[in-house]
């Protein structure tokens, strides 16, 4: 069984090259056994998912055909896609996770390695703006209430708080948008192993005596992506570039 760990795509119908990237990764993993773990941000935007277009049909076709075949897919949202629930998946037999999820996986030889999964917002504690914003927004009262609004309302105000994300950014440092070291402490606690994505510094940190893997954003033409196997030791553990 291969478990393959993605995050921060951010695929929309203006970069088709994306598109065809995940599609292709989902054919080159198709006859592998494979439970892909998608970390959030898979979608530049979300505004529904009653929202349908020919290229997420597209899309919805190949994950047809991938879960068909015996894999699995697992889902995390993130801070672009936390309004995809479990009626888009349902398309395609996928599974939403928890917004922090753990996972065992029998290593040979090893042992049992647990592992925490989240997109890694959470983690940025020291971007206060952001995390204030956050509780508002993803507020159950006010998400149950945008679903009831018309997907037009709902593209335009997905579109303004991608504008605000944008401008905000560019008045923070580095520093404020990466991962607050006693968040990963805690999140590190009783795990041996934690992936997230977001941040889109790709690395592999040894911290606390526990590893913290950053799963990379998905550029023009590459991304890092993470693959475990029964075979892979915690010392072979790396991140591994896919290129479309």
């Known amino acids: 069984m291969t478990h393959l760990f993605i995050s921060?795509?951010?695929?929309?119908?203006?970069?088709?090259?994306?598109v065809r990237g995940f599609l292709d990764l989902l054919t080159q993993y198709q006859d592998k056994?494979?439970?892909?773990?998608?970390?959030?941000?898979?979608?530049?935007?979300?505004?529904?998912d009653d929202?349908?277009?020919?290229?997420?049909?597209?899309?919805?076709?190949?994950l047809k055909t991938f879960t068909q075949a015996g894999n699995q897919v697992f889902f995390q949202v993130g801070n672009r896609d936390f309004a995809l629930h479990q009626i888009f998946l349902?398309?395609?037999?996928?599974?939403l996770?928890?917004?922090?999820?753990?996972?065992?996986?029998?290593?040979?030889?090893?042992g049992s390695l647990k592992i925490r999964m989240e997109h890694g917002d959470a983690l940025c504690t020291d971007d206060v703006s952001y995390q204030r914003f956050k509780k508002i927004i993803r507020n159950p009262l006010l998400v149950a209430f945008l679903r009831k609004t018309p997907l037009s309302f709902r593209e335009k105000l997905v579109n303004g708080f991608r504008k605000r994300s944008h401008d905000s950014k560019e008045f923070k440092s580095y520093e404020i948008m990466d991962v607050n070291q006693t968040a990963v402490e805690q999140a590190l606690q009783r795990v041996?192993?934690?992936?997230?994505?977001?941040t889109h510094r790709p690395a592999i940190h040894h911290e606390?005596?526990?590893?913290?893997?950053?799963l990379g954003d998905w550029r023009k033409d590459q991304a890092q992506?993470?693959?475990?196997?029964?075979?892979?030791?915690?010392?072979?553990?790396?991140?591994?570039t896919w290129d479309y």
């Open 8 to 18: 921060d795509l951010h695929l929309s119908p203006d970069h088709p090259r994306l």
């Open 33 to 48: 056994k494979t439970r892909l773990y998608i970390l959030g941000d898979w979608f530049n935007a979300w505004i529904g």
């Open 51 to 62: 929202y349908s277009a020919p290229w997420l049909d597209e899309i919805v076709q190949h």
């Open 90 to 95: 349902n398309k395609f037999n996928g599974k």
């Open 97 to 110: 996770l928890n917004e922090v999820d753990y996972l065992n996986i029998a290593l040979l030889n090893t």
């Open 192 to 198: 041996d192993l934690l992936i997230h994505g977001h």
């Open 208 to 214: 606390f005596d526990k590893i913290r893997i950053v």
């Open 225 to 240: 992506i993470l693959e475990i196997d029964e075979y892979t030791t915690l010392s072979q553990l790396q991140l591994k």
